[in-house]
């Protein structure tokens, strides 16, 4: 019944080593969402698709990369990780043509720990 | 200041307690809102959408002040499993598909 199904769950990797995370969907929604959000924080929007097309949020620094090759699968990719960047990261879908009211469903995140 | 506001609390309550939140926002522009619950460690899920004329879900009530852009949230009876954080989330003005979180309200219910 899993909808939003993020891999891995907890991802450790050294200062600098590229990582990956990935979302997949099945709900068929058009839109998917990835979310930083840190201890106490709100969720920070990095950016997202509307379909095939990437939006980027003004703020997302460029080592944060985004791919989605099809409707149900999309990747964060963090180049060169720095501390900074340990924080729990949210794919997220939505379907806005369909659910008037805008409703998100989030995936159980990955946790990524920097060393 | 933020685009949504709340009170981190914590709220710490006894069982049955009534707690209420609230949240301002200022975009005047928003269209949707809503209240996400948000457990330790775990991902938001989405508590209630929140409309105009108010709204309830069991012990659950929801209003909107569109005037004032402000949002409150009413929790009747606690339960010791209500203990979450609440997230309060609008819309943006660029984009009514893209949400505002609120950094949220901590609520701890105890026996």
């Known amino acids: 019944d899993a909808m939003v199904i993020q891999n891995p769950r907890y991802q450790v990797t050294q200062f600098g080593k590229p990582v990956t995370l990935s979302c997949s969907q099945t709900?068929?929604?058009?839109?998917m969402y990835w979310y930083q959000q840190k201890s106490s924080q709100a969720p920070k929007l990095l950016f997202h698709?509307?379909?095939?097309?990437?939006?980027n949020e003004a703020d997302t620094p460029d080592n944060f990369q985004s791919r989605r090759p099809n409707t149900s699968f999309c990747f964060l990719d963090i180049r060169s990780p720095g501390l900074g960047d340990a924080a729990m990261y949210l794919c997220?879908?939505?379907?806005?043509?369909?659910?008037?009211?805008?409703?998100?469903?989030f995936g159980p995140g990955t946790r990524l720990t920097v060393l | 200041r933020k685009e949504v506001e709340q009170d981190p609390g914590p709220f710490n309550v006894p069982e049955g307690a009534t707690v209420a939140f609230n949240c301002t926002y200022s975009?005047?522009?928003?269209?949707?809102f809503f209240w996400y619950r948000q457990d330790c460690r775990k991902e938001p899920k989405l508590l209630m959408s929140?409309?105009?004329s108010g709204n309830e879900d069991g012990r659950f009530t929801a209003q909107l002040n569109r005037a004032s852009q402000y949002i409150s949230l009413l929790i009747r009876d606690s339960k010791l499993s209500d203990s979450a954080t609440y997230l309060c989330?609008?819309?943006?003005?660029?984009?009514?598909?893209?949400?505002?979180f609120g950094s949220g309200t901590r609520l701890l219910v105890r026996p």
């Open positions: 698709y509307y379909d095939k097309d990437f939006n």
């Open positions: 989330v609008v819309s943006r003005m660029d984009s009514s598909y893209k949400l505002i």
């Open positions: 709900l068929n929604h058009n839109v």
């Open positions: 997220a879908t939505s379907s806005p043509m369909i659910r008037q009211n805008n409703e998100q469903f």
């Open positions: 929140v409309y105009s």
């Open positions: 975009n005047s522009a928003s269209q949707s």
